[in-house]
Every structure is written in structure tokens, then in C-alpha cells.
DNA sequence: GCCGGTGTTCGGCGGGGACCGAACCGTCGG
DNA sequence: CCGACGGTTCGGTCCCCGCCGAACACCGGC
């Protein structure tokens, strides 16, 4: 017995409107939003924004945290994020950069940004590709880590994590059009390489990193630095 | 540079109608339906099913085949498919049975039937356990194919498929709420099955299947008949 | 050529929902 | 206590779009 044609109409719905789905995209940087941001963000009145969040709030899509006056929404989970992603990925159409600020914007986002949890953008790919070179994932159907993979995840992020999540998850790259590592063990490797000072967070522009020489040797290997 | 908002919205738009959802629903059995069989399937004027298919088709979800008088619509592709699989995962709820005809059909259903143009139903997912437990698939982290699996479907099916679609995939089951396998391994088990007579559609049934007693045999192996 | 069946076009109707502004409520800070 | 600010509620407007029926176009068969 499938979905009711009803309940998709009605998740796809959510996503099927302008002002929320500018929202939700904005959402997928993985932080939280404010709702006056998002309304901003939108291009639609306080009032309006404030509607639209709570319809997805209640539909699960979004999680709300109260403080102080503030009304703080993120991407309810990774599968949230996920979903978006690969209908994103299907949707197809791209913005066209405008002004050379916005392009030069694009051109860091593209070198090296977050992708909700993890890492994307010509780094992200390229990471992808090295821990595939150097035997720790396989690629060659799906993808999957292999026992050396398990091994150097658990020395360099700590043990792994547990739960219902993918360890490893394909992640379609919006700007390569190539995958990146999403997934619990994708998102481990961020934090690990945040607090490793392997990438630094761009000031001003939320999703950017910049890539320090030892997160290029240690991210890429030594000869892969370049793009 | 992510999707623009208004491509998403308008892409989800597509999904987010009663009657374009269930067309879009019924043809996740991989058949081609002509316009009148949708429009009596979603309870809608032939008028009205009309346009919605021109919809569909001109946003590339569907694509049509005249023949004759009739106009038979289908699928786009794999992608369209799975994407609709993981989004009706998302959005939850069923439907519920409700006469005895219906129960019937349903359990039936729910024992063996195709998934676009793979196995489902507790077959499916006992088939994807099998694998596993054969040492053919590797579920450890994700879904991927051992070098033992590769002999074992090259044997089976014949040559890999090539082409850009993932050779495995995790497709979530609607009624067991666990994965089965999908993707082009998936598909090329299903088309041997048909072949072999491992499987039988049931007639007057569109989408179920039913298991020889060498089909048991050759899809879950010796011990794991019974569900 | 006529007829039945299938699909399409068009006009018109109706409902849902996206939006705004104004008024209001809470919280924070002086 | 008051003002500033973020968020919410409410009425009201507007428009989009899903739906139908009627008329028409097309194909196939007798």
C-alpha cells in the first residue's frame, strides 16, 4: 500500500511555494535562522514568514527554538536536508550570478562550503575522490567505507557514530555536479576538520571555508592539493 | 550556487496536486497508463487529467508515446522514480484499507510485487537479506557490491548494466519499512526473475508477483522461504 | 460516410492560499 | 515604567489554478 496520493500532494505542497522554499534552502547552511532573517531572506513581510514557519514547523519539516523573543528554526534532521538535496538536484534549474560580488561569492562557495553538516564544493569532491584513491571508500558500486576506511575514520574523528543515519551518504554537488561525502561520517569529518583548523569559516559569508596547507595535505594527500 | 527557490517551488508544484500525485503514483509501476485509465485512477474529468499530463510531460516528470488515439504516458526515467519512492517516504502517511477485496489485494501485494522495475514487498527485502548474508552485497556502511557479488550477478543477469545509474540503491519498502534493492542490479535481478519464471505477475493484479517455488530458491536461498 | 471512443480546447466557476498592514503581545534594556 | 524590537493574529484582498461541461478534433471500424 503506497502513500496516499493525498499526504504527498500535501508534503509536496510545502515545498511548492516560493517564500518557503527560498526558506528552506537558506535553511540547509545547517544553522538556525531567526524568523525576521528568513522573512528578509524571502522577500515577504514579518507577518507572512511568521505563517509560513509555522506550517512547517507543524508539518515536521522545520524545529523551532524559543529564546528570549527570538523564534530560532532549523532543518528538522539530515533526512530533511537530504530530501532537499536530491530534489533540488532533480529541479535542475540554477540562479544566475548577477552582480561581481555575487560571483565572487560563487567562486569561494564553489572552491570550499558546507553542505548542512558536511563537506562540498571542489573540496568536497575532491576529498571524496582521495579517501576513494587511497582505499578507505569504495566507489565502485554505491558507496561504501571499507575496513581501512573504518580504521582511519575512527583514529582521525573518534569513535564512530551510531544510530539510524547512513554512515556514508553520496551527496550530489550543485556547482561540480559530481558527489561529495554526505552522511554521519561525512558530518564527523567537518567537526573534525573545523577543530582541526584543516578549513577556517569565511567572515561574511556564512557557508564559505577556506582550506589551510595542512587540511589540503590532510583532506587531500599531498600531491592532490590543486584544483 | 544552490537551486533557486522559485525552480524548486514550481518543480514541487508538480507533485503538489491530488490528482497529478496519484497519476504520478499509479505510474511508479514502471507501466505506461493512457489518459482516460489516469483520469478514471485519480477520479477526474478526462478534461482535466489532459492538462495535467500536458503539465507533466512539459516539466519532463512524464513522457508520452502517441499511438493511435490513445496517448500513453509514463515515467521520464529511474530518477523520477526514485525520487518519488523517497519523497513518498518522507511525506508518511498511507492509506487505509478498507474492504475485503482491497485487504486481499494488499497482502498480496505486500508478500511480492515490482517497485518501478525492481522487487518489493517482503520478497524484496528478503532478497536484499539474502544477498547480504551470501556475502554478495556489503550493508555495513550504505549498500555496495563485493567482488563476490559482481561474479554472482554477471553469472545471473548477464553483464553489468553500464550507464550513469547506480548499479544498487537503497530503496525504503512502503510496506516492510526496511530497504530492498533497487538501481540497475535491481532491475536486471528482476528482468532474470521474469525470465526464469523465479516470479509470475499475478493477473488482474498489476503490480504482484508470485514466487515459484525456484524462484525461493534462487532469490533468498535454501533456509529463508517463509516471511 | 457514419459512429463510438479517445483526447483536447475553451469559457466560466469556485475555493484556497499567499500576501499585506494594522493592531497587539512579550521580552529586553535603559 | 517606557520605548524598541521581534513575533503573532486578524481582516481583507487578490489571484492562481483545479475543476467541469460543452464543443470540437482525431482515429479506427463497420
Do not use: N
Not at 509536496?12 to 524568523?35: E, F, K, V
Request: charged letters at 20%; hydrophobic letters at 45%.
Amino acid at each position: 500500500m503506497p502513500v496516499s496520493a493525498a499526504s504527498l500532494a500535501r508534503f509536496a505542497g510545502l515545498l511548492a511555494d516560493r517564500s518557503r522554499a527560498s526558506m528552506c534552502l537558506a535553511l540547509l547552511d545547517g544553522r538556525a535562522w531567526t524568523a525576521g532573517e528568513l522573512a528578509r531572506h524571502a522577500g515577504v513581510a514579518r507577518s507572512t514568514a511568521s505563517e509560513h514557519l509555522t506550517v512547517l514547523v507543524g508539518a515536521g519539516v522545520l524545529t523551532e527554538r524559543r529564546q528570549g523573543r527570538a523564534r530560532y528554526v532549523e532543518l528538522a534532521g539530515p533526512e530533511v536536508a537530504a530530501a532537499l538535496e536530491d530534489l533540488g538536484a532533480l529541479a535542475g534549474e540554477r540562479e544566475r550570478p548577477t552582480s561581481l560580488r555575487t560571483v565572487r561569492a560563487d567562486a569561494r562557495l564553489a572552491e570550499a562550503r558546507t553542505c548542512y553538516d558536511h563537506l562540498a564544493g571542489r573540496l568536497g569532491v575532491a576529498v571524496l575522490g582521495s579517501l576513494a584513491a587511497r582505499g578507505l571508500l569504495d566507489t565502485t558500486a554505491g558507496l561504501a567505507v571499507t575496513p581501512a576506511g573504518r580504521r582511519w575514520f575512527a583514529e582521525v574523528c573518534g569513535p564512530a557514530p551510531s544510530g539510524s543515519r547512513p554512515p556514508v551518504r553520496a551527496c550530489l554537488d550543485w556547482t561540480e555536479r559530481r558527489p561529495h561525502l554526505g552522511g554521519a561520517l561525512g558530518a564527523a569529518l567537518l567537526r573534525t576538520a573545523l577543530e582541526e583548523r584543516w578549513v577556517m569559516p569565511v567572515p561574511g559569508l556564512p557557508r564559505a571555508l577556506a582550506v589551510t596547507p595542512e587540511g589540503a595535505l590532510a583532506l587531500t594527500g599531498p600531491a592532490a592539493v590543486a584544483g
